[in-house]
């Protein structure tokens, strides 16, 4: 992976925006922009990986739309995937192939790779995995939060509008979320 691309994909996610029906204007994909100056290449690829994990997540809750991912950034991550799987890159007819077949009247899948998933649905490792990990194990909101801070270098109060998001969505998917003396606990279905 040259490092200039993954530069030029970074700055692209840093950038790309979608229309926010609610708020009826246009919002950044990602909520903090990842380091391009003096950042060393793997950790640049680390916080793309990341942020790309994180986009898939919101693209699978239907947060944000697939479309609003630039094609720079998904061409990018899944060369980063193939590169740690050790698997060639597809030639370009077959890249043409999948194009056609994804044109068809099929239901739109990501062109992201599948990572692990938890019980819950979310992808183990993400700020939403975390969240379900602490829920289960039964943390107080705020005890959340700083954990997740810390552990994504977020901002505490974007984090806590995340925690209380998921715990809505975790909700409305059905789950079982009890909250005593402050402290919230999530059940399998």
Request: net charge neutral.
């Given at each position: 992976?040259?490092?200039?691309?993954?530069?030029?994909?970074?700055?692209?996610?840093?950038?790309?925006?979608?229309?926010?029906?609610?708020?009826?204007?246009?919002?950044?994909?990602?909520?903090?922009?990842i380091?391009?100056?003096a950042?060393?290449?793997?950790?640049?690829?680390?916080?793309?990986v990341?942020?790309?994990?994180?986009?898939?997540?919101?693209?699978e809750?239907?947060?944000?739309?697939?479309?609003?991912?630039?094609?720079?950034a998904?061409?990018?991550?899944?060369a980063i995937?193939?590169e740690a799987?050790?698997e060639?890159?597809?030639?370009?007819d077959?890249?043409?192939?999948?194009?056609?077949?994804e044109?068809?009247?099929?239901p739109k899948?990501?062109?992201?790779?599948?990572?692990?998933?938890?019980?819950?649905?979310?992808?183990?490792?993400?700020?939403?995995?975390?969240?379900?990990?602490?829920?289960?194990a039964g943390?107080?909101?705020?005890?959340?939060a700083?954990?997740?801070?810390?552990d994504?270098?977020?901002?505490?109060?974007?984090t806590m509008?995340k925690?209380?998001?998921?715990?809505?969505y975790?909700?409305?998917?059905?789950?079982?979320?009890?909250?005593k003396?402050?402290?919230?606990?999530?059940?399998?279905?």
């Open positions: 992976m040259e490092k200039a691309k993954l530069i030029e994909a970074v700055k692209a996610l840093n950038t790309a925006v979608y229309m926010d029906e609610e708020k009826g204007e246009e919002v950044p994909i990602l909520e903090t922009k380091k391009v100056v950042v060393k290449e793997e950790v640049l690829k680390a916080a793309f990341e942020a790309c994990g994180n986009l898939i997540e919101k693209i809750a239907e947060e944000i739309p697939e479309e609003a991912i630039p094609e720079i998904i061409d990018t991550y899944n995937a193939e799987e050790g060639e890159k597809p030639k370009p077959e890249k043409k192939t999948k194009v056609e077949k044109t068809k009247k099929e899948k990501s062109n992201l790779p599948d990572r692990p998933k938890d019980e819950f649905g979310n992808v183990k490792g993400t700020m939403s995995g975390k969240v379900n990990e602490m829920l289960v943390n107080t909101k705020e005890a959340i700083k954990t997740l801070s810390k994504f270098d977020r901002d505490v109060k974007k509008g925690v209380n998001g998921h715990i809505k975790l909700k409305e998917k059905g789950y079982k979320i009890t909250e003396d402050g402290v919230y606990k999530l059940f399998k279905k």
